[in-house]
């Protein structure tokens, strides 16, 4: 029998445990990052995010770049990222994603983007030519794409992940029992059915799950079977922070030990490599991802 450790529920609604603090974005790289995301009007998931890693992660060069503008059609309760009725998306965006990963020399870049469910293509199309466009500059860069659910429009999705990406990621974010909740306008079966499709195709899959959410372990572990059955070979864990107080609320802060356990569980269960710790978020330590 597995035993977590036990955290006062009161610890739950007040400071983050210490195993959860960041330091602050600071340094030359960091600078640098910020410049040209700046300069080449481009967005970023570290930002849209309030991703906690993003001082580490700027601060060696790299960034996690958001294409298809930085409002989304969907409401996740769990997401920073803004909500409504997007622009028109920008069909020179491929080239200035290219031109700024060039730029850094980025040896593996990480692309993700928001929901378009307003498109037919749900953007598929832009997905396709901005990896085009970065391997066509730096053929030498490896990428992961960390795609959007396509509502079931198949056709998108073999756009999507045609393009020579060398991993492709969706993540399934919460456990099947808290979809509605955390995920309204999204599916689970449907989300295990794109990681199948994108696995058939050939590539390289890749999840991540939030915990911290009110799942129990055994809903982790059999979220962790269903994606072992549907092809998954990564799958990423992390604690789950509440952007603002109209967000979903911190049920739990899991503690580090439990984080280490699910990463056991997740490589007995057949996982080519799992990422799990407080901190880890889709995109942590994603050029370790690439040939496993």
Known sequence: MIELPVIPSETQRKKRPDWLRVKLPIGPEYAKVRKLVDTYKLHTICESGNCPNMGECWGAGTATFMILGNVCTRSCTFC????????EYDTDEPRRVAEAILLMKVKHAVLTSVNRDELKDRGAEIWYQTVRAVKDVSPTTTIETLIPDTKGNWDALIRMIEAGQEVVSHNMETVERLYRRVRPQARYERSLEQIRRTKDFGQRTKSGIMLGLGETVDEVLK???????HGLDILTL???LQPTKMHHEVIEWIHPDTFAMYREEGLKRGLKYVESGPLVR???HAERHVNV
């Not at 979220?223 to 059955?229: C, G, I």
Request: charged share 20%; no cysteine.
């Open 238 to 240: 992390g604690q789950y």
């Open 223 to 229: 979220a962790m079977d269903d994606l072992v059955e």
């Open 80 to 87: 920073a990222v803004a909500t409504g009725r997007p622009n």
């Open 282 to 284: 889709s995109s942590y």
